[in-house]
């Protein structure tokens, strides 16, 4: 979510880059090694968990950070 008064601009011209990858225990009724990641952008943020090796779950939060930054341009062009 963006804070008010923030210029759509302003926040699209802004990319996603991801903040935090770090072990976590397992949620409640999983085992295995879990992660959880934070990505940002500008005042925004998308916390979550994965299962995986630091380096599986790297890989896959690139991707979604690349994609998130993918559609975030088609908006931008689309705002100007």
Not at 1 to 11: S, Y
Not at 51 to 61: C, E, H, L, M, S
């Amino acid at each position: 979510m963006t804070k008010p008064g923030l210029p759509v601009e302003a926040v699209l011209e802004t990319p996603f880059r991801i903040e935090l990858i770090a072990q976590v225990p397992a949620p409640d009724g999983s085992d295995g090694v879990w992660q959880r990641y934070v990505i940002t952008q500008g005042t925004n943020t998308i916390v979550g968990l994965r299962p995986g090796t630091r380096a599986d779950v790297t890989f896959q939060v690139e991707d979604m950070v690349a994609r998130l930054n993918e559609r975030r341009l088609g908006k931008l062009k689309k705002a100007k």
